[in-house]
């Protein structure tokens, strides 16, 4: 019923309809309207096929409730279809000389050409989407290819490897390496002793080069130059053997893979003494992508967008504060120090985040001065560097918590293991169970009570037992202290509109006025401050009620205005007004009126004090005029009478 024409899988278009997976009037309607597509029409001793992948998932969804897969059902694998004759690797391996000048055997030059060439299809395969489902897909391919190639006669000459693991560590040599990881060190007497001085700096700075030769084509550059210099003869693994001693490994391996693949391999560590930490001695934090699937009003109807900012207390591995929000921003990293302190009550003695631009923005370096216990101290990571504990704890708490729930899409930027794929078949298949935004706070409280319920395998008690431990070492936080702590000052001025103070905070925008004791619209704060540039101060969790504004003296100090509330929103539709909004809505529609009038007053008091008005103006400028610029000396004296100045 299936089988593959020009390599696609294929069904016999009548076993559908015959199975009962679709009716045949439905199956005809479905290829006249281009939905499913035919690879061979019947007739003739010719059975009618379609395209497997072309049928719909609903019918697909029915074939493998019968207990049928498609790919598995079809056995004629011929893996000899994808192997073509090498005829650079038959030259290589004719060409190889050994370190004692002798070429290779005649029998393992063939026997190493097979190997090239097999080699080359099991690439093939791997990196070609269509021929990897002949092969069972992703999933089942490198079985299936060690099976087939176990199949093939005796007379193609090849390593028979004992498991996938070890076939796919020879896949990976042959393609770092090329030809040369295929030839058997027995055949090899790997002398590193003549790469020394000229020879030596030559190979490894060709190696360190960032094309990143392979050990083959640094080879040919050396034969290329080998004999102008006066050079002994090398074999490329003499060459593969220098490269690979920890001496040369390490300037190479800095140059070619970077400063991140040496530090792995390389960089030295420090072994932190843990006996005498004791409970908030040392708080850290770190965000990354949440690995869980939501529901979401989009086109596929689900996502992951959320990132997830934790505080650790290193020394109990617990969880002391959280937030989840679709940024890491500096408003999520407050949420969650914010939780810590309220649920621990107390400081760390140390603090420590990484350098993302939270962080070490001017507004959370304030607030990280002063969270430490006294003599206690904070600081970032170093890029790179393998110091962060909560890096580390992240990792296990994304592996062993998580990656568990059924809608986990295991795809941590952090977390990057073999066994960490999700079945993304079942997620869209029941997509429509998938949690909402709104209650990810919910399950995400549920999965941080079971890690901190939790311990490690060699630890006695649980990470909140362990955290609720006595200790000499704690220096209390009072309400007072948190009150002034968790506010937030904008590192820019903002200007007091007409209209009001808007503030912008992890992309939404609010609107405070200033009100007076009354609740009326303080007329005397916007006399003095409309226009003006302010200072303003927030808690992230009361955005939607007050701020507080300050202005700066002229020694840079702030001083404090005044609370601005979240403006007041009024009804003009009659029948929706509740309570007394109509008349909250005339008294705030009157202080435009009321501002006029009172400027007004202002602006006539000033005249009757100064003499200056409009009148005045026109009368000197019509007299300037008539004397062309010239007054007499007695009308020039009448008018300076009436001026300004000369009324002091």
Known sequence: MFEYQ??????????????????????????????????????????????????????????????????????????????????????????????????????????????????????????????????????????????????????????????????????????HDGYGAIVSGKWLNSNPSKIVEDVADFILSQYCLPVKYTISEVL??????????????????????????????????????????????????????????????????????????????????????????????????????????????????FRAIKMAVNESGCRPFLFTYDKQSGHTSNRMQNLYDKLPAKGGAHYSHKAGRKSSPAEQIFNRLQQQVISKMWFSDKQSIKVRTATNKPNTDFIVEYKNALPTVDEFNKIFTALINKWNAGKQEDWEYSRTEMYNQETEHREEINIMDQLSMFWIDETKVKKYYAHGMPLTVEGKDYLYEVYDETNNVDLNFRQKYVGESLIVRYDPERLDEFVGLYELTSSGEKRFVAYAQSKRMHESIPVLMKGNSKALLLQDVSVRDQELKRDHEAYERLIQRTGINRESLIEEQQLMVKFQGHLPKEEQMATDSNGFYSRF
């Open 6 to 175: 020009h390599n696609k899988l294929c069904v016999v278009s009548s076993w559908l309809y015959s199975e009962g997976i679709m009716t045949e009037s439905n199956y005809k309607y479905l290829c006249s309207a281009g939905k499913m597509k035919k690879v061979t029409i019947g007739g003739n001793g010719r059975k009618a096929l379609v395209a497997y992948e072309s049928i719909p998932d609903r019918f697909k969804k029915i074939i493998r409730e019968k207990g049928i897969d498609p790919y598995a059902s079809v056995k004629n694998i011929v893996f000899g279809d994808y192997m073509e004759w090498d005829h650079k690797a038959e030259q290589y391996f004719r060409d190889y000389l050994l370190d004692n000048g002798l070429h290779l055997p005649e029998e393992k030059q063939k026997e190493y050409t097979h190997q090239a060439i097999m080699f080359n299809a099991v690439k093939h395969i791997a990196t070609n989407v269509v021929v990897q489902k002949r092969f069972g897909g992703k999933k089942q391919m490198w079985e299936r290819m060690l099976e087939a190639i176990s199949n093939l006669p005796e007379t193609w000459m090849h390593t028979r490897y004992k498991n996938v693991v070890s076939f796919k560590r020879a896949i990976q040599k042959y393609e």
């Open 220 to 333: 040919k550059i050396y034969e290329s130059v080998r004999e102008s210099k006066g050079w002994k003869t090398l074999s490329e693994r003499a060459i593969g053997a220098w490269l690979d001693k920890t001496e040369q490994k390490r300037i190479w391996m800095l140059a070619r893979d970077g400063k991140d693949e040496y530090m792995k391999h390389f960089g030295h560590t420090v072994t932190r003494k843990r006996s005498e930490w004791f409970p908030n001695a040392w708080w850290a934090i770190d965000g990354t992508k949440l690995d869980l699937v939501h529901f979401a009003n989009n086109k596929q109807r689900m996502a992951a967008e959320l990132k997830i900012n934790v505080v650790f207390d290193v020394y109990s591995e617990k969880i002391i504060g959280w937030d989840i929000a679709y940024s890491e921003n500096h408003a999520s990293h």
